[in-house]
T-cell receptor, first 111, second 114 residues
Framework: DGGITQSPKYLFRKEGQNVTLSCEQNLNHDAMYWYRQDPGQGLRLIYY???????QKGDIAEGYSVSREKKESFPLTVTSAQKNPTAFYLCASRGIGDTQYFGPGTRLTVL | GDSVTQMEGPVTLSEEAFLTINCTYTATGYPSLFWYVQYPGEGLQLLLK?????DKGSNKGFEATYRKETTSFHLEKGSVQVSDSAVYFC?????????????FGRGTSLIVHP
């Protein structure tokens, strides 16, 4: 089955640690996105990539970094510079007609 | 910039009641419009969409019509079920400089009681 996988489902981070969230897709989509979801805030765009080896900052990129070395993969690193990283993180890709296809999400908690 | 405004929730209904969730948008061009649904602890999934004015998107008994004159895309369902309890997001997508950056509303929580 085609789709987007994210791992891990739950992630715990200590203060000062960097952590990397995985996002993989087998939909053969060029564009991929990372969103952050907080209660009552909707979705906020962190980074997006329209094509391999290229990515752009979204609205809240500070404290995050990404890479896009392969079409299938778009990992997100939450660095220690992100002061309030506890949130639900969603990865998505863009399909035909601009439809967004979402992964199941990773819930990150800072201890 | 582009924006999407949804009615605040939670919307609480009894089973078989009529549902309306309002959504209005502002955009500098002619966007595609979407409704996504999110069940607890999951990612979003497409519910329906419309790509041009007067188009009606429909799926699983839900409907929404692209109204250019009122810049609206209200979600409706004639008879809700307990299983419809979820958070619903209205969104638009518009090309900008070769990129497609979606804009999402804040989401509206729907709670359906038996």
């Amino acid at each position: 089955d085609g789709g987007i996988t994210q791992s891990p489902k739950y992630l715990f981070r200590k203060e000062g640690q960097n952590v990397t969230l995985s996002c993989e897709q087998n939909l053969n989509h060029d564009a991929m996105y990372w969103y952050r979801q907080d209660p009552g805030q909707g979705l906020r765009l962190i980074y997006y990539s329209q094509i391999v080896n290229d990515f752009q900052k979204g609205d809240i990129a500070e404290g995050y970094s990404v890479s896009r070395e392969k079409k299938e993969s778009f990992p997100l690193t939450v660095t220690s510079a992100q002061k309030n990283p506890t949130a639900f993180y969603l990865c998505a890709s863009r399909g035909i007609g601009d439809t967004q296809y979402f992964g199941p999400g990773t819930r990150l908690t800072v201890l | 910039g582009d924006s999407v405004t949804q009615m605040e929730g939670p919307v609480t209904l009894s089973e078989e009641a009529f549902l309306t969730i309002n959504c209005t948008y502002t955009a500098t061009g002619y966007p595609s419009l979407f409704w996504y649904v999110q069940y607890p602890g999951e990612g979003l999934q497409l519910l329906l969409k419309a790509t041009k004015a007067d188009d009606k998107g429909s799926n699983k008994g839900f409907e929404a019509t692209y109204r250019k004159e009122t810049t609206s895309f209200h979600l409706e369902k004639g008879s809700v079920q307990v299983s419809d309890s979820a958070v619903y997001f209205c969104a638009l997508s518009l090309a900008s400089g070769g990129s497609y950056i979606p804009t999402f509303g804040r989401g509206t929580s729907l709670i359906v009681h038996p």
